[in-house]
């Protein structure tokens, strides 16, 4: 059964402090070591992200460097935590192979077993008027749902996107783009993770797959199906078509990516929200842009059109982007037939979409859509073709969920924890399109899921995620306005 929370209810501890047990297993070939916390799961392995932790006694020895006496068994004890990177032998210290190891995993056993208990207590958060949280598990599956209620009347209620860092190319916490809200916004109360986006190719870590809108400015170009906000700030669900051209002195016109990694028989043009680069190798050419005339420049908007004055023309790729300057990058595969520009020339660029998404301040890709008008996405096995590529594959794999829908007076955020037996295995995007339907959305999306699935409500994250609190390129942020 699930219970509405309001906000003002009372919800786990802000800070990591271990309650409960521990499980220690092996997955495949690699020993891992999982540590329940307040319904968060860390992850002790080879290299990766891993606590640090120190027992201490309550006068605040470190039991690690110091040998306990009797007199010291009715001390209390605590448990600290700090997250870090490293490299560390766990396998050894799972099957013995170190005495130092051996010592340290039994340490951290029985300081988990000794824990203050205390530490786990639920303590009240901030109330915020708008909102409802509701956790329903379902334990025949099992699946542990996280909602957030949104009342969609509020007219101190808005919504944000943000990305990490305030760059394409980059990834933070959700906790990290709320608190970079601009004040005049508002203040981030609640949020979601956001679109699908680069995590295995470093150099382009954080470049979202589809459109995405900040206050405004266009920093990524639509892909596939998005949700975006109109003037009046109702929710729109669209496969959003991108228009993006430029157009030579002489007439001719050459379409244009925006904000990605360059790929061969590319053009794509880079604002300075990108980086500090183009990060373009190969050759090419590369055309630095400044404002020709009085109309309109940066940041860039969708569904503009723009006149630009070539600066300087460069050869050698990886163009730095500073204030004010926007630059095209020419692939050297494309036609020979392309102008060639001196400093000066001036084109015309264009951002024209469809649907018009002028004067547009919030959109975010993600998808498939999970219901659209009315229609729910049923497909619970792989249709014949489908191919083995994971992104095709998974939606008929239960995983972690992340998905946001609407109707006419709420607004939802939904989290599915997932790839945790005992506690929620997750969801085909099937049986989260009736959920979604359930809830009474007219209208939903999915988000990307797995690891980035995460609900943050009044400065912690809700649910349970798969690896714990991880970083995203961009979210969906609920704003109460000043």
Known sequence: MGRDVPIAAEQPPEHPELSGGCDLRQETTKPTLRLRRNGRVGILSGQAEIFEMKTRFGDGRNLNNETRSATDESKPMRLELKKQTKNFPLDACLFGTTRRCAAWLGMLLTAIMLVDVRASEPREIKPEPG????NEKITSEPWSIHVLKIDRSRSDL???????????????LIADQARAV???MGRAIAGINGDYYVRDLPPYSGDPRGLQIINGELISAPDTVCVWFDTNANPHL??????????????RETPFGLNQQRLPSMSVLYTPTYGPSTRAAGGGRELILEKDGDGLWLPLQPSQTYRARVRQVQT?????????VMVLSLAPQLPANLPELTPGAVLQISTATTPDLKGVKVAIGGGPALVKDGKLFSQKTPPPGTTRDWSQRSKYERNPRSAMGWNATNMYFVVVDGRQPGLSVGMKLAELAEYMAKLGCTEAMNLDGGKSAQLWVSGRIMNSPSEGENTVANSLLVVRKP
Do not use: C
Not at 131 to 134: A, D, P, R, S, V
Not at 239 to 244: A, C, L, N, P
């Open 158 to 172: 808005t919504f944000f996107s943000a990305h990490a860092r305030d760059r394409v190319l980059a990834v933070s």
């Open 316 to 324: 050698n790729g990886n163009a730095r982007l500073s204030t004010n």
């Open 238 to 251: 669209d496969e959003v078509k991108g228009h993006f051209k430029i157009t030579w002195p002489d007439g």
């Open 182 to 184: 601009p004040r005049e």
């Open 131 to 134: 909102l409802t949280y509701t």
